[in-house]
């Protein structure tokens, strides 16, 4: 199995989430209630991935506090908007850092942002979870960095071993080349590709805000890969997708686009998609067990409230609230420092898979917490390759 051991202004609009009306004290003990900060894109371009995070945070948070809360004390959430930028997004955390009330925060889904709040969160000596899949905490050399989703290493390892499975001769690549999740998730892709004797005889960058990507796709169609694997987040997929319609070059995606905010705008276009994704995501195809009543736990009432299943980020933004509660209910504390020794030395079922983190592995998850899926009538549906895995190779 593979395991990754990778070596300005104020928001407008903080929500705060509570069954109190008070924030209480200033330290992170006593009676009031136990504060966590949140900071993820709730406007600009990659705001799909916030509103996921956002809703399944509120949706944790109630039903934590409707449940006695955390070691007795209601557990209360401020959510911040780094407008899907960078500096906004160090901003934000660094003003939630400086308050000593908050016991940990969970970093932004988009990973340039959650990556450069790394030095604050060592400085501060604040327990950080990313919401996105950040590769520079997974080793462990930032004692105060985690991530709560897996990295790109880890779905590039998992898509490969699917194309092997499946008879891929060649591949081709388009990534984000100014964001470190495409830029991870392609030099991962590569080395593995390489490895399994797989040639990727495309491999291109574009820019994630471009509106057409014709010159990328024109490559592509004439070198005629096996596949076109696309490493990116935000509206780009979309636009690519509708513009290999009618190739016949199967289309590869990531875990960025496993939710209807990808499959509804590309349509008929998406039909046929394969991706990577976290294994909750087709949690409706489970065999039944302890991940499957984990995940349906989250799902039925984002169902009952929203009408549609999770996509991959609310499934993301609920295990990274339950990392924390179990951190800080190992702790027996709210404290910084004892919240971010007991999340190091955490061992937690949650939806997204099984986490081990240890002191070099701040990452936790493995290739068995990610599923291959494919859009099939407007649905995401686990392939027959993870479905086979799934009798034999899931989290427990």
């Known amino acids: 199995m593979f395991k990754s051991r990778l070596a300005v202004v104020a928001v407008v609009g903080v929500l705060s989430l509570s069954a109190c009306s008070s924030s209480g004290g200033t330290s992170t003990e006593g009676s009031g209630p136990i504060k966590i900060g ?45 407008k899907s930028d960078v500096p906004q997004s160090v901003t934000e955390y660094n003003q939630l850092a400086a308050d000593p009330s908050y016991s940990a925060i969970l970093s932004s889904s988009f990973v340039s942002a959650s990556t450069a709040v790394g030095p604050s969160a060592e400085s501060s000596k604040l327990p950080t979870l990313a919401l996105g899949p950040v590769s520079a905490f997974a080793d462990g ?20 071993d699917y194309m092997a499975d499946q ?24 080395a593995a590709a390489k490895e399994a004797g ?22 592509v169609k004439a070198a005629a890969p096996d596949g076109f694997l696309v490493w990116g987040a935000g509206p780009a997929p979309v636009i690519i997708t509708k513009q290999m319609e009618g190739s016949g070059i199967p289309l590869l995606m990531t ?14 276009a998406a039909e046929g998609v394969t991706m990577t994704s976290s294994i909750a995501v087709p949690g409706r195809e489970l065999p039944a067990g302890p991940l499957k009543d984990l995940v349906d736990g989250f799902a039925d009432p984002w169902v009952e409230a929203n009408g549609s299943y999770p996509p991959q980020f609310a499934f993301d933004g ?14 027996g504390s709210a404290d910084r420092e004892k919240v971010r020794d007991a999340l190091e030395g955490l061992d937690e079922l949650t939806p997204t898979g099984r986490f081990t983190f240890s002191s070099d592995d701040h990452a936790g998850l493995d290739t068995d917490a ?27």
């Open 38 to 82: 949140v900071v993820i894109p709730l406007t600009g371009f990659l705001s799909p991935l916030g509103a996921g995070d956002k809703a399944a945070i509120e949706q944790e948070v109630d039903a934590i506090n409707e449940a006695g809360g955390v070691l007795g004390r209601d557990l209360e959430v401020t959510i911040k908007d780094d």
């Open 141 to 160: 050399s930032n004692p105060y960095a985690f991530t709560g989703v897996a990295i790109p290493e880890v779905y590039a390892q998992a898509m490969v």
């Open 167 to 190: 008879g891929y001769e060649t591949l081709a690549i388009g990534y984000t080349g100014d964001d470190l999740y495409g830029e991870t998730g392609n030099e991962a892709t590569v």
């Open 198 to 219: 797989i040639d990727v005889v495309v491999d291109e960058a574009y820019d994630q805000t471009g509106t057409d990507f014709s010159p990328l796709v024109s490559k």
């Open 255 to 268: 875990g960025a686009q496993a939710s209807q905010l990808y499959a509804e705008p590309a349509g008929a």
């Open 318 to 331: 609920a295990t990274g609230v339950q990392l924390l509660v179990a951190a800080i209910e190992k702790a």
């Open 370 to 396: 990610v599923a291959i899926v494919t859009i099939t009538d407007g649905d995401f549906k686990t392939t027959e390759y993870s479905l086979a895995r799934f009798e034999t190779d899931l989290p427990k």
